[in-house]
């Protein structure tokens, strides 16, 4: 499954969450599910496969990722000691496009990801070009001397989407941000059940 580049308020409604990653829209002021009989929708009950398909969800769309991608985070997260779901939240929260939309220099995901594939982001001083990258912890980033002057960042910098997390160490003067330490299971910004997720994928892989 590809990409999806669809309607974004669309998928809010749907999964019934605002997803700061995927748009700055809200669903709130038309919280029923889409389509003709939303609005009934809204007392179904779900599956508990249901359920967990709609946390599976979540992720994929506001990280921006294909199943195949995502699966293979998830298997990376396997891999670690620790609990799955935590290290899950903490591989996708170190990607480079996620982090440079959590620093303010995009107001969405999407638009982070954009800025890195044109070159507008350089990593520990150099350019690059890969919005998969993972961050580790002392690493810089930031616009490159063109990106500085895109209008697009300047305005997103003046009102960032969400509030910079207390992992992300920003310097004002120079427009580079640090991660300063690797996030925890509670650093998405949106509600998630991580158990759900672990679930789900206990039996397809």
Not at 17 to 36: C, E, I, N, T
Not at 85 to 106: C, Q, T
Not at 168 to 175: C, E, L
């Amino acid at each position: 499954m590809s990409r999806y580049t669809g309607p974004r308020l669309k998928v809010l409604r749907a999964l019934g969450v605002d997803l700061p990653g995927l748009s700055r829209k809200s669903m709130q002021d038309r919280p029923q599910p889409p389509g003709q009989h939303g609005a009934r929708k809204l007392n179904g009950r779900k599956s508990e496969f249901g359920l967990q398909l709609m946390e599976k969800q979540k992720l994929r769309f506001n990280y921006g990722l294909s199943e195949r991608q995502l699966r293979r985070v998830v298997l990376d997260a396997k891999k670690d000691r620790g609990a799955t779901g935590d290290k899950l939240v903490e591989l996708l929260e170190r990607r480079l496009d996620n982090l440079v939309f959590r620093a303010g220099f995009a107001p969405t995901i999407p638009a982070a990801r954009q800025l890195v594939s044109h070159g507008h982001i350089a990593l520990n001083g150099r350019r690059v070009t890969v919005p998969s990258i993972r961050i580790k912890c002392g690493d810089r980033f930031g616009p490159t001397e063109q990106g500085r002057a895109l209008s697009a960042l300047k305005a997103s910098l003046e009102a960032p989407a969400l509030d910079r997390p207390e992992w992300i160490a920003f310097d004002q003067g120079s427009q580079q941000a640090q991660l300063t330490h690797l996030p925890d299971a509670d650093a998405a910004p949106f509600p998630l059940d991580l158990q759900r997720i672990v679930e789900y994928y206990a039996t397809r892989m």
